[in-house]
């Protein structure tokens, strides 16, 4: 069982122990993430984030990727709305300076000039580089035309324009603002013993100044209201990639666990009612599949596909025609039967690694989900009655808003994909590259 001890001026400690081999998991968490980003700034979190690895102290970018090779160990980082996480890896018998290294990192990133712009330069080029995504685009498209200007349908990674405008004193505030003792949570896994933990947590956080944790600056995002489309206009494209959806659901609702049981039978397996409907009768798209989407305010319920051009309007049609039926007529006992055994069955694999097993207790944490989120996941499935799931899908998801997002060449299929969509409202063509 992961272990929690609460350290100095706030800060968490989560630890889960594994002798199985000789690595260590290092994970420094904040409480804040993108969602602090301001619409003009989008993207500074995370560049600020980037940055405590280009100089710290007396260290150059250089000399701290050739510390962290000698030691065997690795750092990685990575954002999103709501936490931020500094992720680090090492082989235990040099787990003790590589604390050392790591501790620099954090308390003392010194935000090089010239480092700093190269590091713009390789956003910037990174987020055009995305434009040749078109999965991303439909993503993209998708969250903006869902969450339209709540913080959720931003991009961690920013905009051009917003990434460009950022300076070093943008970044030393929000390094200031986001690395206090009160927003950090550290999690170990691996050959480490308890007490070790602690000791590494302390000096992690020991020059760390003193501050509470960030108030969560996310509303309770507003459901869209009728049929949308966002078309993403892009040339040539012979495949397309199609995202429908609407605001789904919170791990604090009484039917969560329920709405998630029914989605799983709806697209949550290879045997899912879309993969049988869409790629195994019909063969139009290699998946198909439903998800919800999970933080701290509701997130998504979001329908995936990727089939050719000349059958994306038919395959939307198709799929609308599932969900409505799903939502209409519920799922049968049988399909219930199924997917519960196959829920509880496959969770051993949520949980086999030391890893898997700290990172849960820090969603709970950081995310604020229920304590027995993950620990009481497998009795709340087979819980599951017939008539709770399909109440559930009920109550929670609505065939009249959908918003559809699909990456293609409008000039070819447009048309056909808006008379696809019954009852359509607005929709927009946007182009793939406008940012």
Known sequence: MTTRIELEGGALLYVEESHAIPLVEVVVSTRSGSAHDSVE?????????????????????????????????????????????????????????????????????????????????????????????????????FRRGLFRDHPYSRSAAGTIPGVESLTTDDARAEYRKHFVKGNIVIGFSGDISLEAAEKHARRLIRDIPDGPRLEDPVPPPAPI?????????????????????????????????????????????????????????????????????????????????????TDAAACIALQLELFTDLVEKGITAR??????????????????????????????????????????????????????????????????????SIVGTASEIEGKVREAIPELGAHDIVPFDRD
């Not at 950081?366 to 993950?374: C, D, I, R, S, T």
């Open 41 to 141: 700034k989008q993207g500074l979190f995370r560049t600020t984030l980037g940055m405590l690895r280009r100089g710290a102290r007396d260290l150059t970018s250089h000399q701290i990727e050739d510390a962290l090779d000698r030691l065997g160990s690795e750092i990685s980082l990575d954002v999103n709305a709501s936490i931020s996480t500094v992720y680090g890896q090492v082989i235990e018998r040099n787990l003790g300076p590589f604390i050392e290294l790591f501790a620099t990192l954090l308390e003392s990133p010194t935000f090089p000039e010239d480092e700093f712009g190269r590091l713009k330069r390789e956003i910037v080029a990174d987020l055009i580089g995305a434009r040749d995504n078109d999965r991303a685009l439909a993503q993209r498209a």
């Open 335 to 404: 399909e219930l039967a199924f997917i519960k055994r196959y829920l509880a069955r496959s969770f051993a694999f949520e949980v086999d690694t030391a890893s898997k097993r700290l990172h849960q207790a820090l969603d709970v944490e950081l995310l604020g989900l229920p304590a027995n989120y993950y620990s009481g996941h497998v009795a709340q499935v087979e819980a599951v009655t017939l008539e709770q799931a399909n109440t559930a899908l009920k109550n929670r998801l609505t065939t009249r808003d959908l918003l559809v």
């Open 225 to 309: 209201a009728g049929r949308r489309l966002v078309f993403v206009d892009k040339p040539e494209r012979t495949q397309t990639q199609i995202v429908i959806g609407q605001l789904g659901t919170s791990p604090h609702d009484d039917d969560h666990i329920p709405l998630t049981v029914a989605n799983a039978v709806f697209g949550g397996t290879f045997t899912s009612r879309l993969m049988r409907e869409v790629r195994s009768k019909r063969g139009w798209s290699y998946g198909a599949s439903s998800r919800l989407g999970i933080d701290r305010q509701r997130h998504s319920f979001a329908m995936v596909t990727f089939p050719a051009a």
